[in-house]
T-cell receptor, first 113, second 111 residues
Framework: DAGVIQSPRHEVTEMGQEVTLRCKPI?????LFWYRQTMMRGLELLIY????????DSGMPEDRFSAKMPNASFSTLKIQPSEPRDSAVYFC???????????FGPGTRLTVL | KQEVTQIPAALSVPEGENLVLNCSFT??????LQWFRQDPGKGLTSLLL?????REQTSGRLNASLDKSSGRSTLYIAASQPGDSATYLC??????????FGAGTTVTVRA
């Protein structure tokens, strides 16, 4: 298996632009997680999907952030409009069940100028 | 709220020495505990998962112990190598899905 796949790996954009991050979980995994990592706050859970349904989005910073999972093999995290404080590394992770071992993708490094 | 602490924040050892990394958590009611490795600019690699009913888990040179009652886990890496240099993160699952991460211990193994 290729593991969790994320794209793009790096994104540089200007303040106010829309950013879309993509994730393909490991085949057969039914739980998907989006995290954000910064030096100041470490790793934070943004949103958790189980069987394509958002279960916990309490970590989503504000309405500028949205996430979707239209099917079991694809998820997106969108930021609109983006701000410099959104600069971080965004990780997607999946697991075979909500309590199972989580496997992380390589991350997307986002820089908002 | 579950708080996870990793001490020390950084560690430097000569090659061949055994590594001992500590993780403590405030709420002992956990589902499991997972140790990760993160290389600079990379994602997290899962090293070991210990279920709450287990006392330890081993994989090659790695051994992780769990003492739920005292809220502690220790990751042992035997006979360290320069390739072991990375940041090691401890994560505790306090309910059925949410991981709470420590800030990590950055390890440097000197050749």
């Amino acid at each position: 298996d290729a593991g969790v796949i994320q794209s793009p790996r790096h994104e540089v954009t200007e303040m106010g632009q829309e950013v879309t991050l993509r994730c393909k979980p490991i085949s057969g995994h039914n739980s998907l997680f989006w995290y954000r990592q910064t030096m100041m706050r470490g790793l934070e859970l943004l949103i958790y999907f189980n069987n394509n349904v958002p279960i916990d989005d309490s970590g989503m910073p504000e309405d500028r952030f949205s996430a979707k999972m239209p099917n079991a093999s694809f998820s997106t995290l969108k930021i609109q409009p983006s701000e410099p404080r959104d600069s971080a590394v965004y990780f997607c992770a999946s697991s075979g069940g909500p309590a199972g071992e989580q496997f992380f993708g390589p991350g997307t490094r986002l820089t908002v100028l | 709220k579950q708080e996870v602490t990793q001490i020390p924040a950084a560690l430097s050892v000569p090659e061949g020495e055994n590594l001992v990394l500590n993780c403590s958590f405030t709420d002992s009611a956990i589902y499991n505990l997972q140790w990760f490795r993160q290389d600079p600019g990379k994602g997290l690699t899962s090293l070991l998962l210990i279920q709450s009913s287990q006392r330890e888990q081993t994989s090659g040179r790695l051994n992780a112990s769990l003492d739920k009652s005292s809220g502690r886990s220790t990751l042992y890496i035997a006979a360290s190598q320069p390739g072991d240099s990375a940041t090691y993160l401890c994560a505790v699952k306090a309910n059925d899905y949410k991981l709470s991460f420590g800030a990590g211990t950055t390890v440097t193994v000197r050749a």
